[in-house]
């Protein structure tokens, strides 16, 4: 099982910055994406950034050129940096990981945090 802590949520003014963290413990062999989705009031849930294991990255379109999204030194951490905050931003915020766990090599597990508030306001 693998547990993931997000850190970082608050209140900002729309064109502010915020930087979300989050940390993966537990058990596993090796991570192939971390990422971040969102959940705004009334919407479901979407995809915002992910970060794959060999490097590469994508983003929604709504936020490319503002939102950027990297991993930690010790490999198990991901941070979203959110520039030029909008109000449709607002939302509560998910860290999500792949892994792969040594007793099941060839599949894949995801897990996914508890989620922490982000609110722009105008």
């Known amino acids: 099982q693998v547990q993931l802590v997000e850190s970082g949520g608050g209140l900002v003014q729309a064109g502010g910055s915020l930087r979300l963290s989050c940390t993966a413990s537990?058990?596993?062999?090796?991570?192939?994406?971390m990422g971040w989705f969102r959940q705004a009031r009334g919407n479901e849930r979407e995809l915002v950034a992910k970060?794959?294991?060999?490097?590469?990255?994508d983003y929604a379109d709504s936020v490319k050129g503002r939102f950027t999204i990297s991993t930690g030194n010790a490999k198990n951490t991901v941070s979203l940096q959110m520039n030029s905050l909008k109000y449709e931003d607002t939302a509560v915020y998910y860290c999500?990981?792949?892994?792969?766990?040594?007793?099941?090599?060839?599949?894949?597990?995801?897990?996914w945090g508890q989620g922490t508030q982000v609110t722009v306001s105008s």
């Open positions: 970060f794959f294991s060999g490097g590469n990255t």
């Open positions: 537990g058990s596993f062999a090796s991570i192939n994406v």
């Open positions: 999500y990981a792949n892994v792969r766990h040594s007793a099941s090599p060839l599949n894949d597990y995801n897990y």
